[in-house]
């Protein structure tokens, strides 16, 4: 049986979703642009789902600027902290070190959900982030990259937020 749009969002606003959907793909495509994050899209590809948030569920709590900058804030601290750590232990063993890799990570992960929790600040592709930092090398300027890209995110999505609508 084949999907029927039309049942599934009201045909009025249809369009209002490609619009919407184009307009998301068209910010990320600027913050990627602007911010010229090609090198770190592992860790970049957090601002997608928070696109889809902040686009595709407008008036979500999530997709509200505390939510989203405090999440990613509350992100990339976990798995920073949690990524110097693990750097700090000495493993000679490349299978023992590809476990801790990911143990870190998912406690970075864990960690973020929690203090997420803990500040109102949820934000799941920020949970994500923080497991990416862990996972994937990191520098100052790739940190600045992605706040700048979750700031303009937020701001834009502020912006035109009278003109979005709830597609979820």
């Known amino acids: 049986m084949p999907f029927d749009f039309q049942r599934h969002l009201r045909r009025e606003n249809f369009k209002r979703a490609v619009v919407q959907c184009v307009l998301a793909g068209a910010v990320v495509l600027l913050l990627l642009l602007v911010l010229d994050a090609v090198t770190q899209t592992v860790l970049i590809a957090a601002l997608g789902a928070s696109a889809f948030t902040a686009f595709a569920m407008p008036r979500s709590l999530h997709a509200d600027t505390r939510h989203l900058v405090g999440g990613y804030v509350v992100g990339m601290f976990s798995g920073c902290l949690l990524s110097i750590v693990y750097a700090a232990f000495p ?57 700048a890209g979750i700031a303009g995110l937020s701001l834009i999505k502020r912006l035109v937020l009278p003109a979005l609508l709830d597609l979820i």
């Open 91 to 147: 493993i000679a063993s490349i299978t023992l070190d590809h476990a801790m890799v990911i143990v870190f990570g998912a406690l970075a992960m864990s960690i973020a959900m929690l203090l997420m929790i803990f500040t109102r600040t949820e934000h799941p592709p920020a949970a994500a982030l923080a497991l990416g930092l862990v996972l994937n090398e990191w520098d100052a300027a790739t940190l600045l990259v992605i706040l």
